[in-house]
């Protein structure tokens, strides 16, 4: 499986913007994909996450702002974030695994492929 994120850009504080995850392979259907950021100075987290029954799990400070959706007949996944905050700039990375199961789905080590990141950025 081969990701693209995209659709990363410079929002002002407030705004909206829809990112794509765009995979390859034809199992695609059947695997766990994620999202996950990474700030300035900081460690890469957990974002969102959707399994191949359209399950979701959130970080729980985002949920609410953040949703993550997929269309497995385009072999997509997208990440829809409202309210943008200026502590959401980060470059944001999918990813994709076959093997998660509930309690590994925040776990960036269970997942097998990733994309190469998309960077946002929110001005205030």
């Known amino acids: 499986v081969q990701l693209q994120a995209f659709g990363g850009g410079l929002v002002q504080a407030g705004g909206f913007l829809r990112l794509s995850c765009a995979a390859s392979?034809?199992?695609?259907?059947?695997?766990?994909v994620g999202w996950f950021r990474q700030a300035p100075g900081k460690d890469r987290e957990f974002v969102a996450t959707i399994r191949y029954n359209g399950h979701t799990a959130y970080a729980d400070s985002l949920q609410g702002r953040f949703t993550i959706s997929r269309d497995n007949a385009k072999v997509t996944v997208y990440l829809q974030m409202n309210n943008l905050k200026a502590e959401d700039t980060a470059v944001y990375y999918c990813?994709?695994?076959?093997?998660?199961?509930?309690?590994?789905?925040?776990?960036?080590?269970?997942?097998?492929?990733w994309g190469q990141g998309t960077t946002l950025t929110v001005s205030s």
């Open positions: 392979g034809r199992t695609f259907s059947t695997y766990t």
């Open positions: 990813a994709a695994g076959a093997r998660l199961i509930s309690s590994t789905l925040r776990r960036q080590t269970a997942y097998d492929y």
